[in-house]
């Protein structure tokens, strides 16, 4: 496993007398539903599983509120042990790791009976920069119709609803 290099969603990274800050929770918080990350975590079988997500709100450095669809192997799993890495990739040079461990904290979420939300407790961060490439930008998406677009300002309205009340 890659060295960690913080324990919180702010990372600072030294390089030739300059220092880099990169903190996540604002990078999640400003661009809602646009910070498309890619979920790992662990099949009963000992086999990876990832997915990619990209619904999460940072309540504080430490704890973060996302949402998902409910029937899904990444929720079986996480359901079974909890434990989760996130792979952000984003523009300004974002490339890192999130370790953490998840709860289920609403089952359904309020606005769509198949979505439900967990609460993260992050556990440290890795650097996945490449010493040979920049990271210029990250997956990009939008909605694909006006109904998408409400659903997810619904949806997020509701996590960060629910990361008031952690």
């Given at each position: 496993m890659a060295k960690l290099i913080s324990d919180n969603l702010t990372v600072k990274i030294a390089h030739k007398?300059?220092?880099?800050?990169?903190?996540?929770?604002?990078i999640f918080n400003r661009n809602p539903n646009r910070v498309?990350?890619?979920?790992?975590?662990?099949?009963?079988?000992?086999?990876?599983?990832?997915?990619p997500m990209s619904l999460f709100h940072a309540v504080d450095k430490k704890t973060i509120v996302a949402g998902m669809m409910r029937k899904c192997q990444t929720v079986e799993n996480?359901?079974?042990?909890?434990?989760?890495?996130?792979?952000?990739?984003?523009?300004?040079?974002?490339?890192?790791?999130?370790?953490?461990?998840?709860?289920?904290?609403?089952?359904?979420?309020?606005?769509?009976?198949?979505?439900?939300?967990?609460?993260?407790?992050?556990?440290?961060?890795?650097?996945?920069?490449?010493?040979a490439q920049i990271v210029i930008s990250g997956p990009r998406s939008k909605p694909r119709t006006d109904k998408a677009v409400e659903f997810e300002k619904s949806m997020w309205q509701e996590i960060v609803d629910l990361g008031k009340h952690i």
């Open positions: 007398d300059e220092e880099t800050v990169h903190d996540l929770k604002e498309i990350s890619i979920v790992g975590t662990v099949n009963e079988d000992g086999s990876p599983n990832t997915a996480l359901k079974r042990n909890g434990r989760l890495i996130i792979e952000v990739l984003f523009e300004g040079d974002v490339s890192f790791g999130i370790l953490g461990t998840a709860d289920v904290i609403r089952e359904p979420l309020s606005g769509s009976e198949a979505m439900l939300a967990l609460k993260i407790d992050v556990n440290g961060v890795k650097r996945d920069t490449s010493p």
